[in-house]
């Protein structure tokens, strides 16, 4: 059993950065790939971007290509998103996932086993 929990979301302006965090306890973080997803209400969950369980790998969504960057630390069993050039349409509660699939980068949620219980972030034009 792994828990996730996210933090690090608010409120912030157009164009300011933001970065949110997932720790993680219960069985060994470096086992496992981790992603970041986000909602809206009434939407269904997208993803965001994904790392493999060592950091040599990362995806992206389009939507957020040069503007976020995934990273770990597995010392310190955490996931960071730190997201740059923030928009309106960046609004969202933010979900980090865990899965067992250790090299796994994609975006179907069905592959995440572990979720977090999410973070809002605000952005305000």
């Known amino acids: 059993q792994v828990q996730l929990v996210e933090s690090g979301g608010g409120m912030v302006q157009a164009g300011d950065s933001l970065r949110v965090s997932c720790a993680a306890s219960?069985?060994?973080?470096?086992?496992?790939?981790m992603a970041w997803f986000r909602q809206v209400p009434g939407k269904e969950r997208e993803f965001v971007a994904a790392?493999?369980?060592?950091?040599?790998?990362?995806d992206y969504a389009d939507s957020v290509k040069g503007r976020f960057t995934i990273s770990r630390d597995n010392a310190k069993n955490t996931v960071y998103l730190q997201m740059n050039s923030l928009k309106p349409e960046d609004t969202a509660s933010y979900y980090c996932?865990?899965?067992?699939?250790?090299?796994?980068?994609?975006?179907?949620?069905?592959?995440?086993?572990?979720w977090g219980q999410g973070t809002q972030v605000t952005v305000s034009s």
């Open positions: 219960g069985r060994t973080f470096g086992n496992y790939a």
């Open positions: 790392i493999s369980w060592s950091g040599s790998t990362t």
């Open positions: 996932a865990a899965t067992f699939r250790t090299h796994y980068t994609g975006s179907d949620p069905r592959k995440y086993d572990y």
